[in-house]
């Protein structure tokens, strides 16, 4: 597989798939750039080796066609600040006019094509849409981690078009890196930390966890079906009544496994869903009717520490609680304080999962763990155990 760092990109165009899907305001102003900010190291190294840059990147969901608030030419000066570089912005991604611009682009330039889910094709992951863009460029990279669980044309259609010219970006050789470390060879002890509100969302991971974890943490509202299954009192609760059965077994197999599973002992509960809720604290199989569990108590907090401080590996998905809301929010930021903790004294922590991450950079603690995965859906997906398209088509 060849490798971004030694390629020879003298003359060559590169075609690289990033993950532009950034927020922007109602003056289309960008108002979190992490996600451009990742791609940067890719796009430089191609630039000071004597190429050119062509990016292309989805932008929200646009539903049929061109919508003004997803155009990627909102992104335009702030790339070109961020790289130092001058950029040229095609108003489409495939047809004649990107084509034009690529054949005229010079070594050191870039070329940012409009958004590629303008064109249903793109989601569908069709052969011609994919070829339209390979025609662009000489060589592809896929540097967009968020996306490469997605089956999609310029994820990993586009790559068979080049058989001997593709490889992963900065961005995904470092994502692929720091999550094998948790999959691969883990440092003992191992704590898996997981929650969020659905065990449905989680089963899968949880299972492949099993096998490789020494301790599991259980947390969020998910932590409501286990106490459900296990007989306690949830109150009004989110409770998966469904998933009642999967809860027990998974108990079970996590003692067949010799892995200690940790439930909260305690929670923080209101009377409603709303920061301006009555709350008290109780015992987390002891929820009054009426009531609902938003957060994990003080000594759940203290107990979780006490495990992830004596980790070596640490892996967090999902938050304690409701931590938008400041009432429920100390569960969430006292794990992540422990594990910024444990991280100083050289455990390895990698954090996944869209609350997660933004919990950490909430508490401004992204600086003070090992690694904050950027990709969601396709970091959990990749745990699981499944092949991701948008890196077997790199890695074929």
């Known amino acids: 597989m060849k490798s971004i760092e030694t390629f020879d990109f003298k003359k060559k165009k590169a075609l690289i798939r990033v993950d532009f899907n ?3 305001n ?3 102003e960008i108002t979190d750039d992490n996600r451009i900010r990742a791609a940067i190291p890719t796009i430089k190294q191609v630039l000071s080796s004597g190429g050119s840059v062509i990016l ?3 932008l929200g969901r646009p539903k049929t066609g061109y919508e003004e608030k997803f155009s990627l030419k909102h992104l335009v000066r702030h790339l070109s600040k961020l790289t130092g570089a001058p950029v040229k912005f095609a108003d489409d991604c495939i047809g004649n006019i990107p084509m034009e611009m690529s054949k005229a682009l010079k070594p050191g330039e870039i070329l940012l094509l409009e ?5 249903k094709e793109e989601t569908k992951g069709s052969e011609e849409f994919a070829a339209g863009l390979a025609a662009l460029a ?4 896929n540097d967009a981690f968020g996306t490469a669980h997605r ?3 310029s994820t990993a259609i586009v790559a068979n078009y080049f058989p001997e010219d593709k490889m992963f970006g900065y961005l995904i050789e470092k994502e692929l890196e720091n999550i094998d470390k948790v999959l691969e060879d883990p440092k003992k002890p191992y704590t898996a930390i997981m929650g969020g509100a659905k065990v449905s969302d989680k089963i899968l991971i949880i299972e492949n966890l099993l096998d490789r974890v020494d301790n599991l943490i259980i947390g969020g509202g998910m932590t409501y079906t286990f106490i459900k299954a296990m007989g306690g009192n949830i109150g009004n609760s989110i409770v998966e009544e469904d998933k009642l059965d999967i809860a027990r077994d998974l108990i079970e197999k996590a003692k067949s496994k010799n892995v200690r599973l940790v ?3 305690d929670n923080i509960v209101a009377d409603k869903f709303g920061n301006d809720a009555s709350v008290k604290e109780t015992g987390i199989d002891q929820v009054p009717e009426g009531w609902l569990g938003l957060d994990i108590g003080k000594k759940s907090v203290s107990e979780f520490s006490a495990i992830i401080n004596e980790s070596k590996t640490i892996l967090w998905n999902g938050p304690m609680g409701v931590f938008e809301m400041e009432k429920f929010e100390a569960g969430t930021k006292g794990i992540a304080m422990a594990i910024a903790d444990a991280t ?3 455990a390895f922590s990698l954090i996944g999962g869209g609350d997660s991450v933004a919990a950490i950079n909430k508490y401004n603690l992204s600086e003070k763990v090992s690694f904050v995965s950027t990709g969601g859906g396709a970091m959990l997906e990749y745990m699981e155990g499944r092949e991701l398209p948008g890196i077997a088509a790199i890695r074929s």
């Open 22 to 24: 950034v927020p922007l």
């Open 56 to 58: 292309m990147s989805h």
């Open 263 to 265: 439930l909260p002992t």
């Open 26 to 28: 109602e003056n289309h």
């Open 138 to 141: 000489d060589v592809y990279i």
């Open 151 to 153: 089956a999609h044309a």
């Open 344 to 346: 100083a004294n050289g």
């Open 115 to 119: 958004n590629l889910r303008f064109h």
